[in-house]
């Protein structure tokens, strides 16, 4: 009798996987909406019966369908290292025409229609791809940092891959591994990269606003009957700019 359980424990794995690797790929085809169980059922060669039993519901199959898909690294691996040239590299590879195609971006498109779907999706990005991304940053605002790159990485998908826009579809893979990594650098914030200074307030003046004054050319007194007219670029002053440190 003992025996045979660990032959059910397996018979049980196994459709459970069939199950989920069905479900990624019909919640992929046909979105969250339009995927039912049934169709999951036939796919993964059971019964709406058994998924209910297994999942509950499809409600309850699609969380866990959605961490099998955000959790294996696709874009964004787990070194740091160059990382801002190794997402750009990949990107621009499974990106291109020929490429196959990148099932976690086409889920999270198919489901943007459901709220509950949505905000389900928005879970599996924070807790996978988002914070493996940002566990690679250092700093305290690295989590907006890593939302930000996928933000660059999402929006290059939909327009290369999705939506075919003609620059983008047509751009040498390098070149465009080249421009990728240059814009995810100073939000990676890697070594070398340069971003613009952050003004500040002059040493016991916290909270006051940072003024820096911009090249004032000497200002010559204009004849009265030229007060109406704007007075030529060498001798416009330049106003001074103001910046909240």
Not at 18 to 35: H, K, M, N, P, S
Not at 59 to 85: C, K, W
Not at 122 to 148: K, Y
Request: proline share 8%; with cysteine.
């Amino acid at each position: 009798m003992s025996a045979a359980h660990p032959a059910r424990r397996r018979d049980g794995a196994a459709t459970r996987e069939a199950i989920l690797t069905a479900a990624v790929v019909e919640f992929t085809e046909d979105g969250y909406a339009r995927a039912g169980v049934r169709q999951i059922a036939e796919r993964a060669s059971a019964t709406a019966m058994t998924i209910n039993r297994c999942f509950g519901s499809k409600e309850g199959l699609f969380p866990q369908a959605v961490d099998r898909s955000f959790g294996p690294p696709t874009v964004v691996g787990d070194e740091l290292p160059a990382l801002a040239h190794s997402i750009a590299h990949t990107l621009a590879e499974r990106t291109a025409p020929d490429a196959e195609r990148l099932d976690p971006f086409l889920l999270l498109l198919g489901s943007a229609s459901d709220p509950e779907a949505t905000d389900i999706v928005r879970q599996g990005v924070e807790a996978h791809v988002g914070a493996r991304l940002a566990g690679l940053l250092e700093g305290s605002d690295a989590g907006v940092r890593a939302q930000l790159a996928l933000a660059l990485v999402a929006g290059t998908w939909l327009l290369r891959s999705v939506v075919g826009t003609t620059a983008l579809a047509s751009a040498d893979d390098e070149r465009l591994t080249d421009l990728l990594a240059d814009t995810l650098r100073p939000v990676i914030r890697e070594a070398g990269a340069t971003s613009a200074p952050v003004p500040t307030a002059p040493d016991g003046a916290a909270g006051q606003p940072a003024v820096f004054q911009g090249p004032v050319a000497a200002c010559r007194p204009r004849p009265a009957q030229n007060a109406d007219r704007m007075s030529p670029p060498s001798t416009r002053m330049v106003a001074p700019l103001t910046y909240w440190a």
